[in-house]
């Protein structure tokens, strides 16, 4: 088996020791070098300054390559825009262009009266700029704010045309419901890479929680793998077995990108890629 390529997904901190843990997580995955790492970017913009500050000291004292995120939420066209030159402005050529969550306490997501309306606005204006590479997100279950299933598919090629070039998913829990989306995709007419976005399971209910907030399916049979591992303490184990297993299939079905969501806690991540025969750079881990 070819080990994939990887990349990471970080957040920024929002007190002190968040910020150790961040740049803890920095250490151990970055002598994994990955192709790129990306941090997010609070909804309603309420990490902004924290996003571009973990972006640029990142990028700085680690070299590695950043793609911001970027959103629609509570901000025009020439403060987003502003944001983007800024990133540009410390050498970051690449942005995860979103149209973001609703803020904390809206229903759902509401345009800014003087903002982009959708992600493929925000796309649009980016490409057009001729600075950034643009990544999108892709969702390979139905999207909570979606009309229908199909939805999905649509968005994601009106964000391609518009200039993205690549699309990094949701996570998922099984293999399958990304082959599905991903031929759906190739029918469409969509020929530019989709990224699955895989998440390690640190904590099993947290990630029901999660998938219920993002429309993502349990699957019952893992629901009660984990009944039974938390009665006899191996819940690591299963989460590590589980995550090896999905990445193991989808590269034995031709992916050859990973992109993995940390939650700025890199153990299990790092557990997860070594198992799929990816080695740390002795030289990057004796810098961290």
């Not at 904390?104 to 925000?122: M, N």
């Not at 057009?128 to 299933?149: C, I, N, S």
Request: with cysteine.
């Amino acid at each position: 088996m070819t080990a994939p390529r990887i990349s990471f997904e970080f957040f920024p901190p929002q007190s002190l020791e968040a910020s150790f843990k961040l740049w803890e997580t920095v250490q151990v995955l970055a002598p994994m070098t990955p192709e790129f790492v990306s941090v997010t970017y609070g909804a309603g913009g309420t990490t902004r300054k924290l996003t571009h500050e973990a972006v640029a000291t990142i990028k700085r004292n680690y070299g590695l390559k950043v793609a911001a995120h970027l959103t629609c939420v509570d901000a025009s066209r020439s403060e987003t825009l502003e944001i983007a030159e800024a990133y540009a402005a410390v050498g970051v050529t690449e942005i995860v262009a979103l149209r973001g969550d609703a803020p904390k306490g809206a229903a759902r997501f509401t345009p800014h009266p003087e903002g982009f309306a959708s992600s493929v606005d925000l796309v649009a204006a980016l490409a057009k700029t001729g600075k950034f590479k643009l990544r999108v997100g892709a969702y390979p279950e139905r999207h909570p704010d979606a009309a229908v299933a199909r939805a999905d598919v649509t968005w994601l090629k009106r964000k391609i045309d518009a200039g993205a070039t690549s699309a990094i998913t949701q996570f998922f829990f099984e293999a399958d419901t990304f082959l599905r989306f991903r031929d759906d995709c190739a029918a469409a007419g969509i020929t530019a890479p989709i990224i699955p976005g895989i998440l390690p399971i640190q904590s099993w209910q947290g990630t029901k929680n999660f998938a219920a907030r993002c429309g993502a399916q349990v699957p019952q049979r893992l629901d009660e793998g984990f009944a039974a591992a938390a009665r006899d303490g191996r819940e690591a184990l299963l989460s590590l077995t589980h995550c090896t297993t999905l990445c193991t299939r989808l590269i034995e079905e031709g992916v050859q990108d990973l992109h993995f969501y940390t939650l700025n806690r890199p153990e299990l991540t790092r557990d997860v890629v070594r198992a799929l025969g990816i080695v740390p750079d002795l030289a990057l881990s004796k810098v961290a």
